[in-house]
């Protein structure tokens, strides 16, 4: 149960994170076609919220890590 338990943890952490990262790029690319002039501080804003989108599966990684091998 714990083995079930740890990819569920593992599935919604990286489902969440990937859909996040999709999301901010998808905005990005639109917000960088309506004005590129702005388009380095719109990539800036990207790559932030992307290492902040990341670090939420590598949390729901080392949870599932976790609870594997402290049961």
Known sequence: ???IG????V???CMGAG???G???GMAVEGT??????GGAIMRTLILGCALAEATG???FVIAILI???T
């Open 33 to 38: 076609a309506r004005q590129p002039e702005a």
């Open 58 to 60: 590598i949390y729901g």
């Open 68 to 70: 594997l091998f402290t």
């Open 11 to 13: 599935a919604i952490a």
């Open 6 to 9: 740890a990819g569920i943890a």
């Open 19 to 21: 859909l996040g990262i």
């Open 1 to 3: 149960m714990t083995a």
């Open 23 to 25: 999301r901010a790029t």
